[in-house]
């Protein structure tokens, strides 16, 4: 079955820098992959949707590449900010079609003033 | 901006007892879904619901567990005779479509609590 793993459990980076998270699948190379954000206690906040046929996808400070070869996925945070401060998740479908999306166990990244 | 609502946010309840979470899809949207998360772990899909049926649904999803759209807003999950294990945050999320490379988009889910 597909398997999702995210480069480390925390990643603690100094404000203003680029956050770099890694997410890694195994198996079949999905349709698409999907980038969330959750906050202690709440659910998951859509980001970013990247596509198979798209090598980036961008959006304000947030920056996505999917790599079917390598099969992994980069989520970049510019000009990190404290309020950046929370768990992000990887997630994909588990197969072609399929409606049921993986998610990831979480990158949970501290952006430190 | 829209947002998908849950209540309650938090329920208690007794081991065996049947209890209902309540969702409220984003308006134009017409797929549904059920995830759980337990404390410390990872977000697991439930089951996704298209057209006043279940479209697809996990292994943890057995006849303990039932969904519903009882109206034009709402969608439930019911979790009968429920047992400790069942603690965990149910989160409901909908998307425009399901197959079509749409996201999902989460409520804040409901904390369950089974004593």
């Known amino acids: 079955s597909q398997k999702i793993e995210q480069n480390s459990e925390a990643l603690n980076i100094q404000e203003g820098k680029t956050a770099t998270l890694t997410c890694n699948y195994t198996?079949?190379?999905?349709?698409?992959l999907q980038w969330y954000r959750q906050d202690p206690g709440r659910g998951p906040v859509f980001l970013l949707l990247i596509r198979e046929n798209e090598k980036e996808k961008r959006k304000e400070r947030l920056k996505v590449t999917f790599d079917t070869t390598l099969k992994q996925s980069l989520f970049h945070i510019t000009a990190s900010q404290p309020a950046d401060s929370a768990t992000y998740l990887c997630a994909l479908p588990l197969k072609r079609g399929a409606q049921k999306l993986v998610f990831g166990q979480g990158t949970r990244l501290t952006i430190n003033p | 901006e829209p947002e998908v609502t849950q209540t309650p946010s938090h329920q208690v309840t007794q081991m065996g007892q049947e209890v209902i979470l309540r969702c409220v899809p984003i308006?134009?949207?017409?797929?549904f879904y059920w995830y759980r998360q337990i404390l410390g772990q990872k977000v697991e899909f439930l089951v996704s619901f298209y057209n006043n049926e279940i479209s697809e649904k996990s292994e943890i999803f057995d006849d303990q567990f039932s969904v519903e759209r009882p109206d034009g807003s709402n969608f439930t999950l019911k979790i009968r005779s429920t047992k400790l294990e069942d603690s965990a945050m149910y989160f409901c999320?909908?998307?425009?479509?399901?197959?079509?490379?749409?996201?999902?988009?989460f409520g804040d889910g409901t904390r369950l609590s089974i004593l």
């Open positions: 198996n079949y190379s999905p349709a698409y």
């Open positions: 999320a909908s998307s425009e479509e399901g197959r079509n490379n749409q996201p999902q988009h």
């Open positions: 308006s134009n949207h017409l797929y």
